[in-house]
């Protein structure tokens, strides 16, 4: 069984930064391709940052140049470093493994609220 443990969360204004952290049970970090979704209230879930097995990465439109996803394989965590933080942005963020596509995921960890002021 997977266990993902997000944190880091919290409230910031405008252009403000947060970095999230996703502590994973296992070895799972290093192997897996791992992702940063989030959800708003009213809207679907999205994928905001993702980084493969070999250490690729992809970004939602509206976050690239703002957000960082990184890994420390040594600590089974991912992170997500957000900066420029803006009102849009948010939203409950979930860590996530995805097996195969961005869209297919199997496991969740249970969220982090981030909510940014204007």
């Known amino acids: 069984q997977v266990q993902l443990v997000e944190s880091g969360g919290g409230l910031v204004q405008a252009g403000g930064s947060l970095r999230l952290s996703c502590a994973a049970s296992?070895?799972?970090?290093?192997?897996?391709?791992m992702g940063w979704y989030r959800q708003a209230p009213g809207k679907q879930r999205e994928l905001v940052a993702g980084?493969?097995?070999?250490?690729?990465?992809t970004y939602a439109d509206s976050v690239k140049g703002r957000f960082t996803i990184s890994r420390d394989n040594a600590k089974n965590t991912v992170y997500l470093q957000m900066n420029s933080l803006k009102p849009e942005d948010t939203a409950v963020y979930y860590c996530?493994?995805?097996?195969?596509?961005?869209?297919?995921?199997?496991?969740w960890g249970q969220g982090t609220q981030v909510t940014v002021s204007s």
């Open positions: 296992g070895s799972i970090v290093s192997i897996n391709a």
């Open positions: 996530a493994r995805a097996r195969g596509s961005w869209s297919k995921v199997d496991y």
């Open positions: 980084i493969s097995s070999g250490g690729s990465t």
